[in-house]
């Protein structure tokens, strides 16, 4: 018993013919009388009642067409389920993204992909580069954005936009009263840092290293998206992503560098043996390079 023949039979019983079942489903009536005959003889009972007019169902036809209903529904389904997984309208992506993407990007873009593909499921894991690498890596993760990876990993990077680092001072801040703030003006200044593994930290410590030596005086906080909040309440200043200023916070002022900018480059990110992607997390990748303002070339 296969499910060609359920679905044939529940179509003679809906159309109560033989040969209007045959052209519904575009097979010769031979092929519809042949399927009966062998799912009758397969289960050992008679079926079907062949009438002048039509087609009536047996006691055990009554049964079976009862019985077969759910079952032909179900198998329709699954089929459906299998096409679009197989097109990339369904499935599950695990994706990985460093802040400030993760919390202000990722948002409105995930509403967006979510209403034009329901049926993908998706799920964002937050973390440092570094870490999301090594689980991508591992294959805990099917792609991640990030700032770019170190080199000599198996990994497929695109850059896709550039994170652009402004100067957030509290307000009684003895710089901002400066027409132009270069690297060395930091020095003896309270400059709080981010976790010494971390991209933006590595870049800016070799900026102001290479402009006039590092900061007397740093604070390390542990999360980029905290430091405006210890901005905000005076303890130091910090190089914060321009993304997270808005609404600026109360009391603080924005300031640019003059020099070498203190901005990182972001992208997407899969391991090298799945490029290109496929399915849904071809559909994922395609959306996140398009949103985030890169022609898709795959």
């Not at 993760?102 to 580069?129: H, K, V, W």
């Amino acid at each position: 018993m296969d499910f060609k023949t359920l679905k044939t039979f529940q179509t003679i019983v809906s159309t109560g013919s033989f040969i209007r079942a045959a052209e519904e489903l575009s097979y010769a009536q031979s092929t519809v009388t042949m399927q009966i005959q062998k799912l009758e003889a397969e289960l050992g009972v008679q079926l079907l009642e062949r009438g002048k007019q039509q087609v009536i169902l047996t006691e055990a036809g009554r049964l079976f067409h009862e019985q077969s209903l759910q079952i032909v529904k179900d198998m329709e389904r699954l089929q459906s389920s299998l096409a679009d997984l197989q097109s990339g309208g369904a499935g599950s992506v695990r994706i990985g993204a460093t802040d400030p993407t993760a919390s202000y990007r990722l948002p409105l873009l995930m509403s967006q992909f979510m209403e034009l593909f329901p049926r993908i499921s998706l799920s964002i894991d937050i973390a440092g580069t570094a870490v999301l690498s090594e689980r991508l890596l591992r294959g805990e993760l099917d792609m991640i954005l990030c700032s770019a990876p170190q080199l000599g990993t198996e990994l497929h990077f695109e850059p896709l936009f550039t994170e652009a680092f402004v100067l957030l001072l509290p307000e009684e801040h003895p710089l901002v009263k400066k027409t132009q703030i270069t690297a060395d003006r930091l020095r003896g200044h309270r400059l709080l840092i981010t976790a010494a593994d971390c991209p933006y930290r590595k870049k800016l410590e070799s900026i102001l290293q290479e402009a006039a030596g590092p900061p007397l005086n740093t604070m390390e906080i542990g999360s980029m998206s905290a430091l405006k909040f210890y901005v905000e309440n005076g303890i130091g200043m910090a190089f914060v992503p321009e993304i997270t200023l808005q609404p600026l916070p109360a009391g603080t002022v924005v300031r640019k560098l003059s020099g070498p900018a203190v901005d990182m480059s972001c992208g997407i990110a899969c391991r090298t043996a799945d490029y290109p992607l496929r399915g849904a997390s071809l559909q994922i990748y395609q959306f996140l390079k398009r949103e985030l303002g890169v022609p898709v070339h795959m």
